[in-house]
Antibody
Framework: QVQLQESGPGLVKPSQTLSLTCTVS??????????WSWIRQPAGKGLEWIGR???????NYNPSLKSRVTISVDTSKNQFSLKLSSVTAADTAVYYC??????????????WGQGTLVTVSS | AIRMTQSPSSFSASTGDRVTITCRAS??????LAWYQQKPGKAPKLLIY???TLQSGVPSRFSGSGSGTDFTLTISCLQSEDFATYYC??????????FGQGTKLEIK
Protein backbone atom coordinates (compact mmCIF):
# COMPACT_ATOMS: atom_id res chain seq x y z
CA GLN A 1 0.00 0.00 0.00
CA VAL A 2 1.51 3.28 -1.10
CA GLN A 3 1.65 6.03 1.48
CA LEU A 4 2.61 9.68 1.05
CA GLN A 5 3.62 11.94 3.92
CA GLU A 6 4.19 15.68 3.77
CA SER A 7 6.69 17.39 6.06
CA GLY A 8 8.07 20.88 6.54
CA PRO A 9 7.67 24.08 8.52
CA GLY A 10 4.14 25.01 9.50
CA LEU A 11 4.90 28.71 9.64
CA VAL A 12 6.62 30.81 7.00
CA LYS A 13 7.19 34.56 7.01
CA PRO A 14 5.89 36.74 4.20
CA SER A 15 8.29 37.14 1.25
CA GLN A 16 10.18 34.00 2.26
CA THR A 17 10.23 30.60 0.58
CA LEU A 18 7.90 27.79 1.57
CA SER A 19 9.62 24.39 1.46
CA LEU A 20 7.86 21.04 1.80
CA THR A 21 8.88 17.44 1.24
CA CYS A 22 6.74 14.43 0.42
CA THR A 23 8.09 11.04 1.42
CA VAL A 24 6.72 8.05 -0.48
CA SER A 25 6.61 4.62 1.16
CA UNK A 26 5.28 1.28 -0.03
CA UNK A 27 6.46 1.91 -3.56
CA UNK A 28 9.33 3.38 -5.52
CA UNK A 29 9.13 6.93 -6.80
CA UNK A 30 11.45 5.74 -9.59
CA UNK A 31 9.02 3.14 -10.92
CA UNK A 32 8.35 5.30 -13.94
CA UNK A 33 4.61 4.72 -13.86
CA UNK A 34 3.53 7.83 -11.98
CA UNK A 35 3.56 11.59 -11.77
CA TRP A 36 3.95 13.15 -8.35
CA SER A 37 1.99 16.32 -7.65
CA TRP A 38 1.48 19.07 -5.12
CA ILE A 39 -2.05 20.38 -4.50
CA ARG A 40 -3.17 23.00 -1.99
CA GLN A 41 -6.39 24.00 -0.29
CA PRO A 42 -6.94 27.27 1.59
CA ALA A 43 -9.17 26.92 4.63
CA GLY A 44 -12.80 26.52 3.60
CA LYS A 45 -11.96 26.68 -0.09
CA GLY A 46 -11.38 24.37 -3.03
CA LEU A 47 -8.42 22.48 -4.40
CA GLU A 48 -5.68 24.05 -6.52
CA TRP A 49 -3.13 21.95 -8.40
CA ILE A 50 0.34 23.44 -8.06
CA GLY A 51 2.49 21.22 -10.23
CA ARG A 52 3.89 17.77 -10.86
CA UNK A 53 7.17 15.97 -11.43
CA UNK A 54 8.16 12.75 -13.12
CA UNK A 55 10.96 10.51 -11.91
CA UNK A 56 13.20 11.89 -14.67
CA UNK A 57 12.87 15.35 -13.15
CA UNK A 58 10.55 16.65 -15.85
CA UNK A 59 8.06 19.14 -14.40
CA ASN A 60 4.79 20.89 -15.24
CA TYR A 61 3.44 23.80 -13.23
CA ASN A 62 0.18 25.65 -12.87
CA PRO A 63 0.63 28.81 -14.98
CA SER A 64 -0.85 30.86 -12.14
CA LEU A 65 2.06 29.89 -9.87
CA LYS A 66 4.77 28.98 -12.35
CA SER A 67 7.02 31.98 -11.67
CA ARG A 68 7.28 31.07 -7.97
CA VAL A 69 7.25 27.27 -7.95
CA THR A 70 10.01 24.68 -8.11
CA ILE A 71 9.36 20.96 -7.70
CA SER A 72 12.26 18.55 -7.46
CA VAL A 73 12.75 14.83 -6.88
CA ASP A 74 15.28 12.85 -4.85
CA THR A 75 14.97 9.25 -5.95
CA SER A 76 17.63 8.08 -3.48
CA LYS A 77 15.37 9.18 -0.62
CA ASN A 78 12.08 8.34 -2.37
CA GLN A 79 11.02 11.95 -1.91
CA PHE A 80 9.88 14.92 -3.93
CA SER A 81 9.81 18.51 -2.80
CA LEU A 82 8.05 21.81 -3.29
CA LYS A 83 9.50 25.29 -3.06
CA LEU A 84 7.22 28.31 -3.34
CA SER A 85 8.97 31.65 -3.24
CA SER A 86 7.86 35.14 -2.24
CA VAL A 87 4.93 33.87 -0.21
CA THR A 88 2.07 36.03 1.03
CA ALA A 89 -0.88 35.38 3.28
CA ALA A 90 -2.74 34.14 0.19
CA ASP A 91 -0.43 31.11 0.18
CA THR A 92 -1.70 29.97 3.57
CA ALA A 93 -3.26 26.58 2.94
CA VAL A 94 -3.16 22.87 3.56
CA TYR A 95 -0.65 21.42 1.12
CA TYR A 96 -1.10 17.88 -0.16
CA CYS A 97 1.16 15.64 -2.16
CA UNK A 98 -0.54 13.15 -4.45
CA UNK A 99 0.11 10.56 -7.11
CA UNK A 100 -1.36 9.86 -10.52
CA UNK A 101 -0.50 7.39 -13.26
CA UNK A 102 1.23 8.63 -16.38
CA UNK A 103 -1.34 7.27 -18.82
CA UNK A 104 -3.37 10.11 -20.33
CA UNK A 105 -6.58 8.36 -19.37
CA UNK A 106 -5.48 7.93 -15.76
CA UNK A 107 -4.41 11.38 -14.64
CA UNK A 108 -6.66 11.38 -11.61
CA UNK A 109 -5.16 11.30 -8.10
CA UNK A 110 -5.45 7.87 -6.52
CA UNK A 111 -3.20 8.36 -3.49
CA TRP A 112 -2.86 11.46 -1.34
CA GLY A 113 -0.84 12.46 1.67
CA GLN A 114 -2.70 13.54 4.79
CA GLY A 115 -1.86 17.18 4.16
CA THR A 116 0.14 19.73 6.08
CA LEU A 117 -1.00 23.21 7.08
CA VAL A 118 1.33 26.03 6.17
CA THR A 119 0.58 29.46 7.57
CA VAL A 120 2.21 32.57 6.16
CA SER A 121 2.51 35.14 8.89
CA SER A 122 5.10 37.40 10.47
CA ALA B 1 -7.51 26.60 -18.20
CA ILE B 2 -10.70 24.59 -18.23
CA ARG B 3 -13.17 25.85 -15.64
CA MET B 4 -15.19 23.31 -13.68
CA THR B 5 -18.47 24.46 -12.13
CA GLN B 6 -20.38 22.36 -9.63
CA SER B 7 -23.96 22.76 -8.55
CA PRO B 8 -25.27 23.15 -6.03
CA SER B 9 -22.51 24.56 -3.82
CA SER B 10 -24.22 23.07 -0.80
CA PHE B 11 -27.45 21.37 0.11
CA SER B 12 -29.11 19.37 2.84
CA ALA B 13 -30.44 15.85 2.57
CA SER B 14 -31.55 13.01 4.78
CA THR B 15 -30.22 9.52 5.27
CA GLY B 16 -31.78 7.26 2.64
CA ASP B 17 -32.25 10.04 0.08
CA ARG B 18 -31.06 9.82 -3.50
CA VAL B 19 -28.90 12.81 -4.35
CA THR B 20 -27.30 14.11 -7.52
CA ILE B 21 -24.45 16.58 -7.87
CA THR B 22 -23.68 18.22 -11.20
CA CYS B 23 -20.32 19.26 -12.65
CA ARG B 24 -20.02 21.28 -15.86
CA ALA B 25 -16.80 21.86 -17.80
CA SER B 26 -16.17 25.09 -19.71
CA UNK B 27 -15.20 23.02 -22.73
CA UNK B 28 -15.48 19.39 -23.74
CA UNK B 29 -13.36 16.98 -21.72
CA UNK B 30 -14.58 13.67 -23.15
CA UNK B 31 -14.82 11.35 -20.11
CA UNK B 32 -11.67 12.58 -18.39
CA LEU B 33 -13.40 13.40 -15.13
CA ALA B 34 -12.91 12.21 -11.57
CA TRP B 35 -14.96 12.66 -8.41
CA TYR B 36 -13.54 12.92 -4.91
CA GLN B 37 -15.05 12.89 -1.43
CA GLN B 38 -13.47 14.98 1.31
CA LYS B 39 -14.32 14.88 5.00
CA PRO B 40 -13.22 17.61 7.43
CA GLY B 41 -9.51 17.47 8.21
CA LYS B 42 -8.90 14.67 5.72
CA ALA B 43 -7.40 14.40 2.25
CA PRO B 44 -9.73 13.93 -0.70
CA LYS B 45 -10.59 10.34 -1.53
CA LEU B 46 -11.00 9.14 -5.11
CA LEU B 47 -14.51 7.82 -5.76
CA ILE B 48 -14.93 7.69 -9.52
CA TYR B 49 -12.69 8.13 -12.55
CA UNK B 50 -13.30 8.15 -16.27
CA UNK B 51 -16.63 9.78 -15.41
CA UNK B 52 -18.31 6.51 -14.44
CA THR B 53 -15.76 3.94 -13.22
CA LEU B 54 -15.96 3.19 -9.52
CA GLN B 55 -12.63 3.15 -7.70
CA SER B 56 -11.89 -0.14 -5.96
CA GLY B 57 -13.49 -0.33 -2.52
CA VAL B 58 -16.02 2.46 -3.12
CA PRO B 59 -19.62 1.43 -2.31
CA SER B 60 -21.88 0.73 -5.27
CA ARG B 61 -24.39 3.36 -4.11
CA PHE B 62 -22.05 5.88 -5.74
CA SER B 63 -22.30 6.26 -9.49
CA GLY B 64 -21.17 8.73 -12.12
CA SER B 65 -22.28 9.60 -15.59
CA GLY B 66 -21.77 12.08 -18.39
CA SER B 67 -19.33 13.02 -21.10
CA GLY B 68 -18.31 16.13 -22.96
CA THR B 69 -19.22 19.04 -20.70
CA ASP B 70 -21.90 17.75 -18.32
CA PHE B 71 -21.41 15.20 -15.58
CA THR B 72 -23.27 13.92 -12.54
CA LEU B 73 -22.41 12.11 -9.33
CA THR B 74 -25.31 10.20 -7.81
CA ILE B 75 -25.56 8.64 -4.37
CA SER B 76 -28.48 6.25 -4.49
CA CYS B 77 -29.22 5.87 -0.77
CA LEU B 78 -27.43 8.31 1.48
CA GLN B 79 -25.64 6.88 4.48
CA SER B 80 -24.44 8.88 7.47
CA GLU B 81 -20.83 8.51 6.35
CA ASP B 82 -21.60 10.16 2.99
CA PHE B 83 -22.06 13.63 4.43
CA ALA B 84 -18.96 15.37 3.13
CA THR B 85 -17.76 17.73 0.42
CA TYR B 86 -17.50 16.42 -3.13
CA TYR B 87 -15.19 17.69 -5.86
CA CYS B 88 -14.96 17.00 -9.55
CA UNK B 89 -11.63 17.21 -11.42
CA UNK B 90 -10.86 17.28 -15.13
CA UNK B 91 -7.71 15.68 -16.48
CA UNK B 92 -8.34 16.22 -20.18
CA UNK B 93 -6.31 19.39 -20.60
CA UNK B 94 -3.30 20.25 -18.47
CA UNK B 95 -1.51 22.02 -17.09
CA UNK B 96 -3.32 22.79 -15.01
CA UNK B 97 -5.54 20.01 -13.77
CA UNK B 98 -8.60 21.82 -12.45
CA PHE B 99 -11.19 21.07 -9.81
CA GLY B 100 -14.72 22.21 -9.23
CA GLN B 101 -15.36 24.49 -6.29
CA GLY B 102 -16.93 21.69 -4.28
CA THR B 103 -20.40 20.66 -3.16
CA LYS B 104 -20.99 20.37 0.56
CA LEU B 105 -23.58 17.76 1.47
CA GLU B 106 -25.08 18.33 4.90
CA ILE B 107 -27.53 16.45 7.06
CA LYS B 108 -31.07 17.84 7.00
Amino acid sequence: QVQLQESGPGLVKPSQTLSLTCTVSGGSISSGSYYWSWIRQPAGKGLEWIGRIYTSGSTNYNPSLKSRVTISVDTSKNQFSLKLSSVTAADTAVYYCARNRIAAAALYFDYWGQGTLVTVSS
Amino acid sequence: AIRMTQSPSSFSASTGDRVTITCRASQGISSYLAWYQQKPGKAPKLLIYAASTLQSGVPSRFSGSGSGTDFTLTISCLQSEDFATYYCQQYYSYPPYTFGQGTKLEIK
